[in-house]
C-alpha cells in the first residue's frame, strides 16, 4: 500500500522569507501523480500545486514550486516570498494513475505553517 | 459556477441518531468521493463512486452507507451515530482522465 509521509508537523517562516515543507512517500508504481493541497482556517481544501512522475521538470506556480525526487521518492514544497495569506495547513498527497479502479488520494499527516510578521 | 457544494455545514448528533450528508456537484465529474478528517491523521478515504449507480468501500467504511442516484450527486449515510464519527466530512468530485480532485467545503459532524 502506498504511504504518505510529512516529518514536520509544524513549520514557521517570516514574511517574504523562503520557506520548504517535505514529504516522503512509497510506492511500487513507476507512474503516478503527486500533490500538495492547502488547508487555511476556512477548512476547504485548495490544490496547490501538482506533478506527474512521467514528467522530469518540477512544477511550478507562481511562488510555489517543488522538488522532486523519483529515486529518493522525495515531494518537497518550496514557498518563496512567503505571505500571511500563506499560513494554513498543508497537505502532501498521492494517487495512483489510471487504469486501477481506485483513484483515491493518499494523504499525509499535514504541516501547519505559520507565517511570523 | 459552485464547483462542489456539501449540505449541512454543520451539525450536531446523539448518539444512535441517523442523518444524511449531501454532496453535489455541477463539473459533470464521473469520479466521487468521501473522506474524513481528524486530528492528526490526515485524510482517510471512506467511500467513493466511478459513476452513477456504482459505489465502492474506500478505507474506513465500517458504520457508512453511500448512494449515487444522480451523477451530480453523492450521499453519505450514518445509519446509526458513534462518538467515533465526530469528525470533517469532505466530498470531493474529479473528472474522467482528470488527475486532479476538487474539495467541498467540509461538514462538521459532533455525536454526542
Known amino acids: 500500500a502506498q504511504t504518505v509521509t510529512q516529518s514536520q508537523p509544524e513549520m514557521s517562516v517570516q514574511e517574504a522569507e523562503t520557506v520548504t515543507l517535505s514529504c516522503t512517500y512509497d510506492t511500487s508504481e513507476s507512474d503516478y501523480y503527486l500533490f500538495w493541497y492547502k488547508q487555511p482556517p476556512s477548512r476547504q481544501m485548495i490544490l496547490v500545486i501538482r506533478?506527474?512522475?512521467?514528467?522530469?521538470q518540477n512544477a511550478t506556480e507562481n511562488r510555489f514550486s517543488v522538488n522532486f525526487q523519483k529515486a529518493a521518492k522525495s515531494f518537497s514544497l518550496k514557498i518563496s516570498d512567503s505571505q500571511l495569506g500563506d499560513a494554513a495547513m498543508y497537505f502532501c498527497a498521492y494517487r495512483r494513475p489510471e487504469g486501477f479502479g481506485n483513484e483515491k488520494l493518499t494523504f499525509g499527516t499535514g504541516t501547519r505553517l505559520t507565517i511570523i510578521p | 459556477n459552485a464547483g462542489v457544494t456539501q449540505t449541512p455545514k454543520f451539525r450536531v448528533l446523539k448518539t444512535g441518531q441517523s442523518m444524511t450528508l449531501l454532496c453535489a456537484q455541477d463539473m459533470n465529474h464521473e469520479y466521487m468521493y468521501w473522506y474524513r478528517q481528524d486530528p492528526g491523521m490526515g485524510l482517510r478515504l471512506i467511500h467513493y463512486?466511478?459513476?452513477?449507480?456504482?459505489?465502492a468501500k474506500g478505507e474506513v467504511p465500517d458504520g457508512y452507507n453511500v448512494s449515487r442516484l444522480k451523477k451530480q450527486n453523492f450521499l453519505l449515510g450514518l445509519e446509526s451515530a458513534a462518538p467515533s464519527q465526530t469528525s470533517v466530512y469532505f466530498c470531493?468530485?474529479?473528472?474522467?482522465?482528470?488527475?486532479?480532485?476538487?474539495f467541498g467545503p467540509g461538514t462538521r459532524l459532533l455525536v454526542l
Open positions: 506533478q506527474e512522475a512521467y514528467k522530469q
Open positions: 470531493a468530485s474529479a473528472g474522467f482522465f482528470q488527475e486532479t480532485q476538487y
Open positions: 463512486s466511478v459513476g452513477e449507480g456504482t459505489t
